[in-house]
């Protein structure tokens, strides 16, 4: 569902009078409400977690050579596929040369800021270049690199993007579209608790403890099992 379905879906849920809204955008009070109560509702699920699998992105960005630390504003303007970022996977940074493609590629690994200064960015270190291996998340979100890069290399890494509002009738939420209701049954107890109209909270509230679970069944990451102690 888009926007204005999901708000639709809200009215007829919430038995609120009328046959609208038409549109989401300047509605008069009463449908105003249920426009925010969706959009609140969105932002709330989005918010309960920083990692929801459907917030996850995978993007890339090029080095320069010679240039051992990159801006978020830089690698969003040279990078692909940004967009509402967030913050990094720690967990995905890889690194290839990009001349050379894809069969150079190997994994990096991270080390904190203050250890990537001290280890890649003091005495001779500094000027000492080849393919990165290390990376670290400087205190603005920008992308610090060990060594320093001697040719074009290009990063991959994923990152969780922010939550967001909806803000046109053509909106789809990055939700599953088979978890959207999730929106309108919290929308529900919304209306209900400014109404006072226990019987259709209450429905929203059991419908959406029910939603969320099975999203958190599909959308949190996926548990690793250890190996043998012995």
């Known amino acids: 569902m888009n926007f204005l379905q999901i708000v639709q879906r809200a009215r007829r849920k919430c038995r609120v009078v009328g046959t609208g809204p038409t549109t989401v955008i300047?509605?008069?009070e009463e449908y105003a409400r249920l426009v925010d109560w969706c959009n609140e509702a969105w932002m709330e699920?989005?918010?309960r977690r920083t990692d929801?699998?459907?917030?996850r992105t995978a993007a890339t960005f090029p080095t320069v050579a010679g240039q051992a630390e990159y801006t978020?504003?830089?690698i969003q303007a040279t990078g692909t596929n940004f967009s509402n970022f967030g913050f990094w996977d720690l967990q995905t940074f890889r690194c290839y040369n990009t001349a050379a493609g894809i069969n150079s590629e190997i994994p990096m690994d991270w080390d904190t800021?203050?250890?990537?200064?001290?280890?890649?960015?003091?005495?001779a270190t500094r000027s000492t270049q080849s393919q990165p291996n290390v990376f670290a998340i400087n205190p603005l979100l920008g992308v610090a690199l060990g060594p320093t890069p001697l040719a074009?290399?290009?990063i991959e890494a994923d990152y969780f993007k922010v939550p967001t509002e909806m803000a046109l009738d053509a909106d789809i939420p990055l939700l599953p579209t088979q978890f959207h209701m999730a929106i309108v049954y919290r929308t529900m107890m919304f209306y209900g608790a400014s109404e006072a109209n226990m019987a259709i909270y209450d429905s929203g509230k059991s419908d959406?403890?029910?939603m969320m679970r099975d999203i958190d069944a599909?959308?949190?990451?996926?548990?690793?099992v250890a190996g043998a102690l012995a």
């Open 26 to 28: 300047s509605q008069g």
């Open 45 to 47: 699920i989005q918010r």
């Open 52 to 55: 929801w699998k459907w917030m």
């Open 72 to 74: 978020l504003a830089q």
């Open 113 to 123: 800021y203050d250890n990537w200064k001290n280890t890649y960015q003091i005495g």
């Open 152 to 154: 074009g290399y290009t």
């Open 208 to 210: 959406f403890t029910n």
């Open 218 to 224: 599909q959308q949190l990451p996926d548990m690793a």
